[in-house]
């Protein structure tokens, strides 16, 4: 029998994954747990990578499935429970837009991740304001850029977490974001 690296106990709330990973995979029905930890995260991380909020639902709903279905084939192995759930919905993503062949509109981005009105009808519009001119900055993005940014805001994963999903070293992620967010930022600041 082969032998895998025991997930570590970092806290509390990993230990409780780590049951909740090993009751599913015994007993699909033990799923929920799993699945309402991460859906939000997994359906606003999909709302930018698709046209409507009805496509994010449903893409959503498959990644789980998928996951659900492969669950009994998952081993910590040094990769942590999220980011192989993300790496089945980036993977699923990817799928999606190649037999799509569609740009998301960027409004997308401000509902996974900003667009919620505020009892200050002023803060709002001027946080509307913001955030169209960050939109049309975004647009002009490429893919992968966007994605860094997804991954990173909408699915709310750790610079650690996005490198394993991407394939690339967490420095490396982590250098990217940050000359990302400061061309974001100086841009935003040429137009005020």
Known sequence: MKKFLAPPAVSDDTDMEVVWIEAAQANPSAF????????????????????????AADLTHQVFLQALQALPRYRYRGVPFSVWLFRIAHHTAVNVSSRRFSTVPWDAFAEAVVCKPEQDPESYVLRQETFTHVRNLLQTLPAHKRELLALRFAADLTVPEIAAIIGKRPDTIKKQLARLLQSLKEACHETE
């Open 32 to 55: 929920e747990p799993l699945y309402l930890r991460y859906r939000e995260r997994m359906y606003y991380y999909l709302r930018t990578r698709v046209q409507s909020a009805e496509d």
